[in-house]
């Protein structure tokens, strides 16, 4: 297996297990561990329908959907975002806790990014994905991501607290 591939796959078992420590079902493990396949490699959803199923099929959709959202200002993206993650979880709730498995398994490996993209992920992270968490009685999950945005936009505060 080339050392392309791992992250890759990590990645998606890392989120999976997030989802494990839940206690959900198959469907949700699977999907944790496919969630990005469609984004990052060449198989389509068509493929992944036809491997896995609708259900799968459908969720993955729903995650490659969130994921391209793209838009002009930080405001706007943000506001886009929480309504595009509402607008999905009415349609199947579980594409937006494979997506929080995901953003939360993201968080925990930040320090690997750029500091612009830590910051403006942990700022997304406070204000979209924490709050949506606390509504949907994730509290374990939003604890976490509150603290680890706090790490990275406010490091000194953090520091001193945590001493």
Not at 19 to 43: F, K, P, R
Not at 55 to 76: C, F, H, R, Y
Not at 139 to 153: C, I, N, P
Request: include cysteine; hydrophobic fraction near 45%.
């Amino acid at each position: 297996m080339s050392a392309v591939w791992i992250p890759f796959i990590y990645h998606g078992i890392q989120t999976a297990d997030i989802l494990a420590d839940l206690h959900l079902d198959s469907t949700m493990i699977a999907c944790g561990i496919l969630h990005d396949v469609v984004e990052d490699t060449s198989i389509t959803i068509e493929d992944v329908r036809r491997e896995f199923g609708d259900e799968i099929g459908t969720i993955i959709e729903g995650l490659t959907k969130i994921a391209g959202l793209t838009l002009m200002s930080p405001e706007e993206r943000q506001a886009e975002n929480f309504r595009k993650m509402i607008l999905y979880s009415a349609k199947d709730v579980r594409t937006v806790i494979v997506k929080f498995a995901d953003r939360l398994h993201n968080m925990r490996t930040l320090e690997y990014l750029p500091a612009r993209s830590q910051i403006r992920m942990a700022r997304e992270t406070l204000q979209i994905f924490a709050p949506l968490a606390n509504r949907l009685g994730i509290w374990v999950w939003k604890a976490e991501l509150e603290d680890l945005a706090f790490r990275y936009l406010n490091p000194k505060t953090y520091e001193q607290m945590a001493d």
